[in-house]
């Protein structure tokens, strides 16, 4: 049986997946190597690249017109600065995958004779020159060669401007003694190449590589795509899914590929009773298998978080998860580069990229202080199993008089230290019952924490699910009285959103010159349009 893929490129036969022959522009493609152009075609990690490079392969090679060959030349990216090791892993890949794809062993032979002796800074642009100008199944009159570089982008330094510039140097002799059409293929856009060389130097992509004529974006799975994916598993195995999930699951992914396939996979595998295929996939299931996505910290969402050490990235990321409103102007190339690595999208607002991203992210911050935070979660619940939400939060105003200046003195994210304190505190608390439910986004002035926790602990999220509400907000200025008055009909307003049956506000003073911890920690009820609502000062 076919299913779920969460790892590597699709294969038809064993997987589920959408026709990557549909979600690229093939006709564009087809039309840029007629006109024997060199362009770009860039992608975030694990959205299908891949896949879809090797079925252009296929696609251009059974048409029997074009030589047409993929190359992952990643492998070079551990010769960092050494440009004749580099070199030599990317001509020993090239000429592996032209045995593999093509059945050509004459370039390998080729240049284990005559190639190997010249010099690093040739031996690409004359193994290419070769391999265009002979073709062992048409030697009289060789097809034209179409050339896949794959992982361009994680070349760094002197090698990776080797690259380039072999290839530059061949252009002028395409198609007959060099590929008709090359297509550099990574996460970024050459543009942004400059930024990887051995010393930080910067190095302009149009020095390095000024003949690429077209940029063009793998996107994400659409709607009906992310929709389509799911239903050929409940067409091949029976399995009903509950359409109440479609909703979710697009809020949750955006169509991110890899995020669609892996819930994919925790709903019908990894959810042992859901192997038997008798069994529906419902809604709570769903909820649960994200959830144990999320906590499972994999490597796709390890890796992602990693990318926040990066100046130009923590930038973005902190004005974003602090949801205040800034005048800072952030480089275009910054926030190119930061929607390339698909952490975040810029339309039709400036926000993190998805639901399970706007989740993985505060806890990958904050997973340090979540380890050192020793919080008996018994002492929050009442005797009916409910969370008891005054005490939990008068907690946290005592944690955080004792020790956010100690937190905060080397918190990368000082902006939004205040907000992530307190998700990393609640989250100490619920993980392993509740769920804690993030929104965020550029000049919101709030975050919004919508916590889940099941009543029964045997019925979990089956059962009576307890439903609360935070609202957080800094105060920076003005009267505290402005800032409660923005913040209730907010906090309000996410509390009907949600369905939620309790809703508090919490105002973290920061400004310039603060009260007095005296002062600054205090306690609050309101009740406006017939909502009882808790606010708290910290």
């Known amino acids: 049986m076919k299913h779920f893929n969460n790892a590597g490129p699709c294969v038809p036969t064993l997987h589920f997946m959408i026709d990557p022959l549909v979600r690229i522009d093939v006709e564009s493609i087809e039309s840029l190597v007629e006109q024997q152009r060199y362009f770009v075609l860039h992608a975030p990690r694990q959205t299908g690249k891949t896949t879809c490079l090797l079925a252009l392969m296929h696609h251009f090679n059974a048409r029997g017109r074009y030589r047409a060959l993929y190359v992952n030349i990643e492998g070079a990216q551990a010769a960092r600065g050494n440009v004749e ?25 080729w240049y284990r004779t005559e190639g190997r002796q010249l010099t690093a800074t040739d031996q690409i642009s004359s193994l290419l020159a070769h391999w265009s100008a002979h073709d062992p199944q048409q030697p009289d009159a060789p097809r034209p060669t179409v050339l896949f570089l794959d992982e361009v982008d994680a070349l760094v330094g002197d090698t990776l401007i080797s690259l380039l510039r072999q290839i530059r140097a061949g252009y002028a002799q395409r198609p007959g003694a060099f590929p008709q059409s090359i297509v550099l293929c990574g ?23 000024n003949i690429k004529a077209e940029s063009l974006r793998l996107g ?76 499972s ?37 910054d926030l190119q580069y930061t929607t390339d690595l698909g952490l975040i999208r810029t339309r039709p607002e400036l926000t993190i990229a998805n639901r399970i991203y706007r989740e993985v992210l505060p806890r990958e911050i904050t997973w340090p202080i979540q380890t050192v935070l020793h919080y008996p ?24 008089r004792e020790h956010s200046d100690a937190w905060m003195e080397g918190f990368s994210f000082k902006e939004a230290g205040p907000q992530l304190l307190l998700q990393a505190f609640l989250q100490r608390i619920v993980n392993g019952g509740g769920r804690i439910n993030r929104e965020y986004g550029l000049g919101r002035k709030r975050t919004d924490l ?57 105002v973290f003073d920061r400004r310039a010159k603060p009260a007095p911890w005296d002062k600054r920690i205090w306690q609050r009820h309101s009740t406006q349009d017939g909502w009882a609502l808790g606010i708290w000062g910290a």
């Open 85 to 109: 090791e580099g070199v030599a892993g990317m001509c020993s890949t090239f000429i592996r995958t032209a045995a593999l794809y093509l059945k050509d062993q004459a370039v390998g032979d």
């Open 187 to 209: 996460v970024r856009d050459v543009r942004d190449y400059r930024i990887h060389t051995a010393h930080q130097e910067i190095i302009t992509g149009g020095s390095a590589f």
């Open 220 to 295: 994400n799975f659409s709607r009906e795509e992310t929709v389509a994916l799911w239903q050929q598993h409940e067409a091949e195995t029976g399995q009903a899914i509950d359409p109440a999930i479609w909703p979710e699951l697009w809020a949750d992914t955006e169509g991110q590929p890899w995020l669609v396939n892996a819930l994919g996979y925790e709903c019908t595998w990894r959810d042992k009773p859901a192997r038997d295929r008798s069994t529906p996939i419902t809604l709570e299931r769903y909820k649960a298998a994200r959830e144990r996505l999320i906590y």
């Open 297 to 333: 910290r994999t490597t796709h969402l390890d890796a992602l978080a990693d990318k926040l050490r990066e100046p130009r990235v923590h930038r973005i990321v902190a004005a974003l998860l602090s949801g205040e409103a800034t005048t800072e102007h952030f480089p275009e190339d």
């Open 377 to 400: 979660q018994p002492w929050f619940l009442t005797p009916e199993r409910r969370l008891d939400v005054p005490k939990l939060l008068a907690a946290f105003q005592q944690f955080f």
């Open 450 to 506: 919508y916590i889940e926790w099941p009543v029964n602990e045997e019925q979990g999220f089956f059962g009576e699910v307890q439903r609360i509400v935070l609202e957080l907000k800094l105060w920076k200025k003005g009267s505290l009285d402005a800032v409660l008055a923005e913040g209730q009909p907010q906090t309000i307003g996410y509390a009907r959103q949600c369905g939620a049956e309790e809703a508090h506000l919490i």
